[in-house]
């Protein structure tokens, strides 16, 4: 469970923890909590939303069934909304997954891993034998099917690799940018994988 205090927070928390819930208030310091519902279903349409509100206000209720969130007036009655909730994370977790088993098995670093993707400095959230997904303080720029040197300086490791894509948590950052490791060299790729299979759990 995570918490953000934040619009702003909120985002970027959203985009690193990827949650199966999202609990929002629609009043957010400035901002509605509609906005914050309607980027997490851009994101993760699969995430089960939650917007409670002080009155009950019917053109609310109605935007929010617009996007598949819930609408809960305040104060909540605690046993009705955990058993509303628990049905909805149910419901969602008995979908059929859209996506294609991963190849490769993510792991993800028990240290802090420095990594550069070309001139973007960042660190490794999790990686495979097939690539890494990083969260870089500079947006990756250059089109997508560009080769870039993926470098981890503290383990002397250096391969050829592709941003496949780029995410950003809010508009000046951070961003996550999932990489394919395509290296050539025989000798380079077994040290990639060693490191994989040492970095973590």
């Not at 969602?92 to 028990?110: I, L, N, Q």
């Not at 250096?158 to 394919?180: F, I, K």
């Amino acid at each position: 469970m995570t918490q953000a205090t934040t619009f702003a927070d909120a985002r970027r928390r959203l985009v690193l923890s990827k949650p199966d819930l999202l609990i929002t208030s629609v009043r957010l310091a400035g901002f509605n909590g509609l906005h914050l519902v309607v980027a997490t279903k851009a994101m993760l349409p699969d995430t089960v939303a939650v917007v409670t509100h002080a009155v009950v206000d019917p053109a609310l209720q109605a935007d929010a069934a617009r996007y598949n969130a819930l609408y809960l007036v305040q104060p909540v009655d605690w046993p009705i909304f955990l058993g509303v909730i628990g049905s909805a994370v149910g419901a969602r977790a008995g979908r059929p997954k859209g996506s294609r088993p991963r190849r490769w098995t993510r792991k993800t670093p028990a240290d802090y891993v420095v990594a550069a993707l070309g001139s973007a400095v960042g660190t490794v959230v999790d990686l495979s034998y097939g690539g890494a997904r990083l969260q870089m303080t500079d947006r990756v720029t250059g089109p997508n099917d560009a080769a870039h040197t993926l470098a981890l300086p503290d383990a002397g490791i250096a391969v050829h690799a592709r941003p496949v894509w780029t995410q950003g948590a809010a508009p000046d950052g951070p961003w996550l940018c999932g990489v394919e490791v395509h290296e050539p060299d025989p000798v380079m790729n077994r040290a990639w994988r060693a490191f994989v299979d040492a970095v973590g759990v």
